[in-house]
């Protein structure tokens, strides 16, 4: 069982920064991947990134590349979001999740945090 809880989100005007994290409780955080998807009003949550077990490897959506970098911390049972050069499209519900497959659909992942609200203001 793990069970995870995510902060930082915000107001934020276009062009500003934000970092999310998401704590894990347990002490096999680090045999998950980890993924943070994403949900606006009206639409499908949708695949943001995933970093591996060991942070070795990472993927991103086509439209956060070059602006969103994932990371974790293991020894802190943490994974992180990096968001730069924000947008009012990534106005959204940022959910962290973990899963035992490197994939990026969310009907892989077991276990998903509460979520948190990033709003990008024009």
């Known amino acids: 069982q793990v069970q995870l809880v995510e902060s930082g989100g915000g107001l934020v005007q276009a062009g500003g920064s934000l970092k999310l994290s998401c704590a894990a409780s347990?002490?096999?955080?680090?045999?998950?991947?980890m993924g943070w998807f994403r949900q606006a009003p009206g639409k499908e949550r949708e695949f943001v990134a995933r970093?591996?077990?060991?942070?070795?490897?990472?993927l991103y959506t086509d439209p956060v590349k070059g602006r969103f970098t994932i990371s974790r911390d293991n020894a802190k049972n943490t994974v992180y979001l990096q968001m730069t050069n924000l947008k009012p499209e990534d106005t959204a519900v940022y959910y962290c999740?973990?899963?035992?497959?490197?994939?990026?659909?969310?009907?892989?992942?077991?276990?998903w945090g509460q979520g948190t609200q990033v709003t990008v203001s024009s």
């Open positions: 347990g002490r096999t955080f680090s045999s998950y991947v």
């Open positions: 970093i591996s077990w060991n942070g070795g490897r990472t």
């Open positions: 999740a973990a899963s035992q497959v490197l994939q990026t659909f969310s009907r892989n992942y077991d276990y």
